[in-house]
Structure formats: C-alpha cells, structure tokens
T-cell receptor, first 117, second 113 residues
Framework: EPEVTQTPSHQVTQMGQEVILRCVPI?????FYWYRQILGQKVEFLVS????????KSEIFDDQFSVERPDGSNFTLKIRSTKLEDSAMYFC???????????????FGPGTRLLVL | AQTVTQSQPEMSVQDAETVTLSCTYD???????LFWYKQPPSRQMILVIR??????QNATENRFSVNFQKAAKSFSLKISDSQLGDTAMYFC??????????FGKGTRLSVIA
C-alpha cells in the first residue's frame, strides 16, 4: 500500500542552524501539508501546498520557514535559523487521490523528530 | 474559528471491554469531514476512521465505530473488544472543505490486561 515517507527520522541541530526536512508524498496525491506537534501538545497546521504553490499557511509559518517541491516527488520544509522552540515532531501529509480512492483523507508520514539545542 | 474539543484527557479500559471517546467541534460549515487518528508511542499518526458530514450513516471499521450527531456537532469513537495494541493517543480531527485539518488535544487511552 502506498505511504508517505519522511527523512530523517531524527535530527539534532544547534540553534541558528538551517535544517531541511524531507517528505515523499503518495505519488498520485495533489495536496501536501506540513504539521508539527510539540511534545505533549496537539498537532498544529503549518502550511499546505497545491499546484506548486502555497495554498494556505498558519501564523506559525513565518519567514523562517519555506517549502519546496523541487522535483515532482519530494516535498521539503526548510527552517532557516532554528530556535529552541522549533523542537517538535514534524509531520508531512498528503491527500487528493486521483484514481478513485479517498479524496479527502490525509495520510501522514512517520514524522521527523527535531531537537534544537 | 473552527475548534475541536476532546474533553477526556485520559481514559482506561479493560481488555475485551468497550470504550467511547468523545469529541465535539464548532463550525458554521455544512460540508466537512471528520476523522479519528491514533498515535501510538512511536508517534506515527494512523487513520482509524473517517466520516463525511453529508452521510447520516455512522462509519464503522471493524472494532471501531462512530456516533456522529451533526446537529449536536458531536463525533464520538467507540472501540469494541479493546486490545492492548489499542493503547495510544487518539486525536479527533475536522476538515471543512479543502482546508487543513484542525485537531483536538487528544485522549490518552490505556488498555489494561
């Protein structure tokens, strides 16, 4: 069964460093998302991406964040200068089955656990 | 603002018993989708069940079923014949149209042998 994959599974970085989190969505999906979950808290929306551009973003998604779909398969989240409070689990999700499946259901990757020291 | 409320931070159930997790939401939309996701200790988000708001029939997936009350904006999850592997955080989530998911704060369920 197709699934969303994410790399790396864990990342430790120093405050102020740039990190890139990578995701490979399900191949025939059209909508892509990044969410984050600070330990012990609920899942929060960061950004959605459709038709090669950002379709919606939250207040969390400030100028330090950017997303890209560089090659038609990968979907990346870049944090330019990490802060301590960026430490969280970052989830990629995709939806929009184009071949008769579930259009509205978002399928999540396993997450990247980011720790900023 | 669209909100999802899970009023039970923690619950426990004996294995083989039935448990119901509650969820309410607030929206002015008429067409939307509701989901329950399971998050085991690995922290992966796993879809448990989904419900389309325009369908009156409650969704079921094996031991999992929902009680969807649209007028009351309520979407509870019933787990029958609970198993140790059901131990996890359960998140209720809501998606009005083509918008991102809005999650509740979760309910931590422990299944006790």
């Amino acid at each position: 069964e197709p699934e969303v994959t994410q790399t790396p599974s864990h990342q430790v970085t120093q405050m102020g460093q740039e990190v890139i989190l990578r995701c490979v969505p399900i191949s025939n999906h059209l909508y892509f998302y990044w969410y984050r979950q600070i330990l012990g808290q609920k899942v929060e929306f960061l950004v959605s991406f459709y038709n090669n551009e950002i379709s919606e973003k939250s207040e969390i998604f400030d100028d330090q964040f950017s997303v890209e779909r560089p090659d038609g398969s990968n979907f990346t989240l870049k944090i330019r200068s990490t802060k301590l409070e960026d430490s969280a689990m970052y989830f990629c999700a995709s939806r929009g089955e184009t071949s008769g499946g579930s259009w509205e259901t978002q399928y999540f990757g396993p997450g990247t656990r980011l720790l900023v020291l | 603002a669209q909100t999802v409320t899970q009023s039970q931070p923690e619950m426990s159930v004996q294995d083989a018993e039935t448990v119901t997790l509650s969820c309410t939401y607030d929206t002015s939309e008429n067409n939307y989708y509701l989901f329950w996701y399971k998050q085991p200790p690995s922290r992966q988000m796993i879809l448990v069940i989904r419900q389309e708001a325009y369908k009156q029939q409650n969704a079921t997936e094996n031991r999992f079923s929902v009680n969807f009350q649209k007028a009351a904006k309520s979407f509870s999850l019933k787990i029958s014949d609970s198993q140790l592997g059901d131990t996890a955080m359960y998140f209720c989530a809501f998606m009005p149209g083509n918008t991102p998911l809005v999650f509740g704060k979760g309910t931590r369920l422990s299944v006790i042998a």
